[in-house]
């Protein structure tokens, strides 16, 4: 009997409500992208894009019955981590002639 009555509210109605939550969250961070002060406060913007774009694609492959575009999100997952890699690797790249002092590299 519990079974018939979780079945009044269909999945699908909710895991699309929760995609609109979702969407309505990334079009509230596309504000920080343009306000953001400093190049790492961009980046948890484009992280966060990541995340939630992720859990859109899971929850909207979920709702449509779509396996393959669990596919794309773990592709997605995973091309987010390169793009960390590649920014700190970048950062560590432009600090590190400033902390050279221009003294050769020698500690004396």
Do not use: H, K
């Amino acid at each position: 009997m519990p079974e018939e009555e979780c079945n009044d509210f269909p999945m699908g109605i909710f895991y699309i409500v929760l995609t609109l939550f979702l969407l309505a969250n990334m079009a509230a961070a596309m504000a920080r992208v343009f306000r953001g002060p400093t190049t790492a406060d961009r980046l948890m913007t484009a992280q966060l894009f990541g995340t939630t774009g992720v859990g859109i694609l899971v929850l909207l492959a979920e709702a449509a019955s779509m396996p393959a575009l669990r596919d794309v999100a773990l592709v997605f997952a995973l091309l987010a981590v390169l793009v960390v890699l590649a920014f700190t690797r970048g950062r560590t790249a432009d600090e590190a002639p400033a902390a050279d002092n221009g003294n050769g590299g020698d500690a004396s």
